[in-house]
């Protein structure tokens, strides 16, 4: 069943930035009350999804929880599942930044590509339980302000794996018929697997998981035509 905005809306949250008597100070106390209404919201959402799980979980609770009107919750998130992404999308674009930033013009594919989904994993690793929820909802639903970001990160690295495919090429370290953008897409692929596979596993231990994505991308390589090399 959908809820709906009914609206329950604290007016601090909708106010114009010119209320108030003086021209910087209601303003910056609004911005600070949205901020620890959204931390709030967030730290509600996470806690009620790992302990009753995302299905058995309503927008209503999570206000009730988070000590804001229900309208208020639905000004960030327009609905559960964006919610959910609402968190996850937290330090997604730190992620992104740092997998752009290990790419080495003369590394190792396989050296370039453990390092491009070393921070993921990490990442993931940070809240398992959520992170099991969000791959779940991703696969099926892709609307939404916070998804599409989400989504578009995702993306983003699917490009940057193709980076790395044809820098691998051009150095003749491997040989591809098809382009290095569907490389990189099929690399993502077997990473989007071996991350549920891992995120399964009760252990959820980060180098256990690397090293069985790096014998799934070693056999990709290979049967690529590239010969062993260093960081292989």
């Known amino acids: ?8 809306h604290d007016p601090r949250d909708l106010a114009p930035d010119n209320a108030g008597s003086t021209a910087r100070g209601p303003a910056g106390r609004r911005e600070k009350n949205k901020e620890d209404k959204l931390r709030r919201i967030k730290e509600a959402a996470r806690e009620l999804f790992v302990s009753k799980g995302f299905d058995d979980t309503t927008i ?10 229900l309208g208020t919750v639905f000004i960030y998130a327009a609905n559960k599942r ?6 996850a999308n937290e330090g997604l674009d ?3 930044g740092a997998a752009a930033a290990a790419v080495d ?3 190792a594919l396989i050296d370039n590509l453990l390092a491009v989904f070393r921070p993921h994993y990490a990442f993931f690793q940070r809240q398992p ?6 791959l779940r909802e991703m696969t099926f639903y892709d609307s939404g302000a916070q998804a599409g970001s989400f989504r578009k990160t995702r993306e983003a690295l699917i490009e940057l794996l193709g980076e790395a495919v044809r820098l691998a090429a051009e150095r003749r370290e491997i040989a591809i018929d098809e382009t290095a953008a569907f490389v990189g897409w099929t690399i993502f692929c ?12 009760g252990t959820v231990d980060l180098e256990s998981g690397l090293d069985r994505l790096r014998r799934a991308l070693l056999l990709l390589i290979y049967g690529l035509g590239a010969p062993p090399r260093r960081g292989g």
């Open 60 to 69: 209503r609770q999570i206000a009730t929880q988070a000590e804001v009107g």
């Open 129 to 134: 339980e959520l992170s099991r929820l969000v």
């Open 190 to 201: 077997i990473y989007q697997v071996e991350l549920r596979r891992w995120l399964s596993d």
């Open 82 to 87: 964006d919610l959910l992404f609402l968190i």
């Open 94 to 96: 730190e992620v992104a």
């Open 1 to 8: 069943m959908v809820e709906r905005d009914t609206r329950e």
């Open 105 to 107: 013009p003369d590394a």
